[in-house]
């Protein structure tokens, strides 16, 4: 029997995605500290990649179609490229966050959150 909740992971895998999309939350978390769950862009990072390589190993156990799976993966490149291709001075969250390149890869988390019809758990 399997004993791995699917629907948790999504809603966390989801859930960091969220988080990229929320410029306010990114304000308070990553540059003032503040909230529930309060961590910083590299530890979001990382949740990320951990949970998109489980989702889509797997993604009919995620109910994932198509175009979501289409649209994490743009996510995903965005994400990274934008990760990979910044000097490490310029990956604090106070330095980018209004950047015209974050914010593309906001809109597309905004994009992936939709196709999910996302909303956060309160």
């Keep these: ?6 629907n948790s992971i999504l809603n966390n895998f989801l859930m960091t995605i969220f988080l990229v999309a929320n ?11 503040i909230g529930p769950g309060c961590y910083d862009f590299n530890e979001n990072m990382l949740d990320f990649l951990n949970y998109y390589e489980w ?6 156990k995620y109910n994932i179609n198509d175009y979501q799976i289409k649209l994490i993966k743009l996510f995903q490149n965005e994400y990274e490229a934008f990760y990979d291709n910044q000097n490490p001075d310029c990956l604090l969250p106070e330095k980018f ?14 994009r ?6 996302y909303k956060p758990i309160d």
Aim: proline content about 5%; aromatic content about 10%.
């Design 1 to 6: 029997m399997d004993d791995i909740d699917y």
């Design 23 to 33: 410029k306010d939350l990114q304000r308070k978390a990553w540059i003032q500290g």
């Design 55 to 60: 989702i889509l190993e797997k993604p009919e």
């Design 97 to 110: 966050i209004d950047s015209p390149r974050w914010t593309r890869v906001t809109e597309i988390a905004k």
């Design 112 to 117: 992936v959150l939709e196709a999910f019809n």
